[in-house]
């Protein structure tokens, strides 16, 4: 593969010296809700609970160090972060009352709402810049062979613009890949996901440098988030009009 849709683990392999980057954000923010038990009435009284997320170093894990350590608790010490491997997981131990909160994304956050749990937090809301979903590629394939990124991402850009302006159209789809047929479903996804997707899907450099801060790799606090991706297709193809054109 040449291009592929890649998370957190681009930044790791890059450290580790591998010649691959971002070459666009499917999703630039953390696109999740933290929902918990009704008697949790802020994440303040998370301090000695029991929080979930799928798996360490993912973005669930991220966005909810990220909430604790903003209301002065610090995973691990305060509280204890159980990873149950998938976000359903995440609502399943919820309701059997093994945690006390969890990180969770559309549709599950409807399933959520309807047996009775609060969403405390809407992390989406709060716009918090992270590489929730990337394009990632080589440096070597993007050398030579611009014309067939170019190619991609028209083709990308153009599926974008139809995601962003034909909800029925793009609900379908949606259902095709994922499976999911409810109409409700359906709809939550929509509702949850289409405000992140950007005209334009540039890498954010704050969005690098989040990664960057939850990195463990040794060489992450002295790197630069510019080193980790490329912006320049999406740039020219912004520049020659090709956007423009989409949307008239």
Do not use: C
């Amino acid at each position: 593969m040449h291009i592929v849709n890649s998370g957190a683990e681009l930044i790791d392999a890059r450290l580790g010296g591998a010649d691959v980057v971002y070459i666009g954000a499917n999703i630039g923010r953390f696109v999740f809700s933290l929902y918990s038990k009704p008697e949790i009435r802020s994440v303040a009284d998370l301090r000695g609970k029991v929080v979930g997320a799928t798996q360490p170093n993912s973005s669930t894990d991220f966005a909810v160090g990220i909430l604790l350590q903003e209301a002065g608790i610090f995973p691990g010490k305060d509280t204890r972060i159980l990873y149950v491997r998938g976000v359903p997981e995440i609502l399943v131990s919820l309701s059997q009352g093994v945690i006390d909160a969890g990180v969770l994304s559309a549709p599950v956050t409807l399933k959520a709402r309807q047996a009775g749990f609060k969403e405390l937090v809407n992390i989406a809301e709060k716009n918090i810049p992270v590489i929730q979903s990337g394009v990632g590629s080589t440096g070597a394939f993007l050398k030579s062979n611009p014309e067939a990124v170019r190619r991609y991402f028209q083709a990308y850009l153009e599926g974008r613009k139809i995601a962003r302006t034909d909800p029925e159209r793009t609900k379908k789809v949606i259902s095709k890949y994922t499976r999911i047929s409810s109409a409700e479903d359906l709809e939550e996804t929509y509702r949850t996901f289409a405000p992140a997707w950007e005209k334009v899907p540039y890498v954010p450099a704050a969005a690098v440098q989040t990664l960057l801060n939850f990195s463990t790799h040794p060489r992450a606090r002295t790197a630069k988030p510019d080193e980790f991706f490329d912006n320049s297709f999406l740039m020219e193809l912004e520049r020659s009009g090709f956007v423009e054109r989409l949307y008239r």
